[in-house]
C-alpha cells in the first residue's frame, strides 16, 4: 500500500487501493511519550495500526517519522495534545451521528 494519492471523498476502500491512508486518516493518536507510557501504547491508534507488531515503545519514535511523511504526502493526520480534546471530539462524533436522521442521511426513500 502506498501513504499518498489514492482517490478522495466516498470511494470505497478497494477502489482507493490505499490502505496505509485509510488506516492513519479514520484513526487518531494524542500525547506522545507520557501518554504511551500510560497506556500501553493505545493512545498512539495510527502508528498501532499501520505497526501492529512493533513493540508499543517505539511508536513515539515511528510518531515522528509518520507525521513528516503525511505531511509530505498532503494525508491528514489526527493528533490531539492531550486526551481531553480527543474525547470531547469523539462524544461531538457520537452525538452528530447518533441523531436519527444521521442513520438514514442520504438514503432518501421515493414514496
Known amino acids: 500500500p502506498r501513504l499518498g494519492g ?3 471523498g466516498g470511494e470505497p476502500l478497494s477502489k482507493k487501493g490505499d490502505w496505509a ?3 492513519i486518516e479514520t484513526s ?3 500525547g506522545g511519550a507520557i501518554g504511551s507510557f500510560f497506556t500501553g501504547g493505545l493512545s498512539l491508534q495510527i502508528e498501532h495500526h499501520l505497526f501492529p507488531g512493533v513493540p ?3 511508536y513515539v519514535d515511528i510518531q515522528k517519522i509518520v ?3 503525511c505531511k509530505k504526502n498532503n494525508v491528514r493526520y489526527n493528533y490531539y ?3 481531553l480534546p480527543n474525547f470531547v471530539d469523539h462524544i461531538k462524533f457520537l452525538h452528530a451521528y447518533g441523531r436519527p436522521d444521521a442513520a438514514t ?3 432518501k426513500k421515493n414514496e
Do not use: I, N, R
Request: negative net charge; glycine residues 20%; charged residues 15%.
Open 21 to 23: 491512508k485509510y488506516q
Open 28 to 30: 487518531a493518536s494524542w
Open 56 to 58: 508499543h515503545h517505539l
Open 105 to 107: 442521511a442520504g438514503t
Open 67 to 69: 507525521m513528516e511523511e
Open 81 to 83: 495534545p492531550t486526551l
Open 6 to 8: 489514492g482517490g478522495g
